[in-house]
C-alpha cells in the first residue's frame, strides 16, 4: 500500500502555533470555494462513537440569519464578520431506524451482507437503545459535535484559515430559529471561520498553555 507522504512534525506544530480563537475576521474576505469545500468534508471525515455521525453541520449562508443570531451569541461580532459560520448540532435521540439506515450503509460501501453486521448491531441496539442510555444521548452526542470541532479547527489552520470556537450562545434560542427540535437536533457549539483582521490584537499575543511537563504524564 502507498502512503501518502507524511507533514512534517514541524510544519504540524508550526501551524498549530499560528491558529488562535480569532475575535475580528475580516469580513471582506471569503474563503475560497475549494477550501472551504476540504473543510466541510473534514467535518464529514470526522470520528464519532460506533461511526454513526450523531450530529448535523448546518452553515449559515443567510446574511439576515446571521444578524438574527447575533444577539443570542452575546453579540460576538464573529457571527456577522467571519466568511463562514457553522453551527454544529447533536441529536437528541437515537432511533432503531437510524442504527439500520447506518448498517445498511456501510454493507453497502464495504461490499457485504447486511447480515454480517448481525453481531454489531446488536453491540449497537444493546447500547445505545438501552433505558440507562437514552437519556444520556443529548451528552453523548454533544461530545462527538466537539470532537468534529476539533478536527475542523486543526484542518482550518493546516489550511491557514482562521477560526473561533464559539460555546458563548444560547441554545435554545438558536433551536429556536434554526428550527432544530423538529428535527430531533440541538445546537452544542457554534465555529466562525474566515480570515483574521488587521487590527485584531490577539493575533499577535503569545499563545498562553501551561508546560507540556505539567499536562503530559507517562504511565
Known amino acids: 500500500?502507498?502512503?501518502?507522504?507524511?507533514?512534517?512534525?514541524?510544519?504540524?506544530?508550526?501551524?498549530?502555533?499560528?491558529?488562535?480563537?480569532?475575535?475580528?475576521?475580516?469580513?471582506?474576505?471569503?474563503?475560497?470555494?475549494?477550501?472551504?469545500?476540504?473543510?466541510?468534508?473534514?467535518?464529514?471525515?470526522?470520528?464519532?462513537?460506533?461511526?454513526?455521525?450523531?450530529?448535523?453541520?448546518?452553515?449559515?449562508?443567510?446574511?439576515?440569519?446571521?444578524?438574527?443570531?447575533?444577539?443570542?451569541?452575546?453579540?460576538q461580532k464573529q457571527v456577522v464578520d467571519a466568511s463562514h459560520f457553522v453551527v454544529l448540532a447533536g441529536r437528541t435521540q437515537v432511533t432503531e431506524a437510524e442504527i439500520d439506515t447506518f448498517l445498511h450503509l456501510t454493507a453497502t460501501t464495504r461490499g457485504m451482507e447486511v447480515a454480517k453486521l448481525a453481531g454489531y448491531r446488536g453491540m449497537m441496539t444493546g447500547s445505545l437503545l438501552s433505558e440507562g442510555f437514552q437519556p444520556k444521548v443529548p451528552h453523548w452526542a454533544e461530545c462527538q459535535t466537539y470532537i468534529a470541532l476539533g478536527t475542523l479547527l486543526s484542518a482550518a489552520a493546516l489550511l491557514r484559515v482562521d477560526a473561533c470556537p464559539i460555546e458563548g450562545f444560547l441554545p435554545a434560542e438558536y433551536d429556536r430559529l434554526l428550527g432544530l427540535t423538529a428535527q430531533g437536533l440541538t445546537a452544542t457549539v457554534c465555529c466562525a471561520l474566515g480570515y483574521r483582521a488587521g487590527s485584531d490584537k490577539h493575533a499577535t499575543a503569545p499563545k498562553v498553555r501551561h508546560p507540556k511537563s505539567s499536562l503530559v504524564?507517562?504511565?
Open 217 to 219: 504524564q507517562r504511565v
Open 1 to 75: 500500500m502507498n502512503h501518502p507522504t507524511a507533514l512534517a512534525p514541524d510544519d504540524l506544530l508550526q501551524a498549530l502555533r499560528w491558529r488562535y480563537a480569532t475575535k475580528a475576521f475580516d469580513s471582506t474576505r471569503k474563503i475560497p470555494a475549494a477550501t472551504w469545500a476540504a473543510l466541510e468534508e473534514s467535518l464529514v471525515l470526522s470520528p464519532s462513537s460506533f461511526g454513526l455521525q450523531p450530529y448535523r453541520f448546518l452553515v449559515i449562508e443567510d446574511p439576515t440569519m446571521r444578524r438574527e443570531l447575533l444577539p443570542h451569541t452575546w453579540g
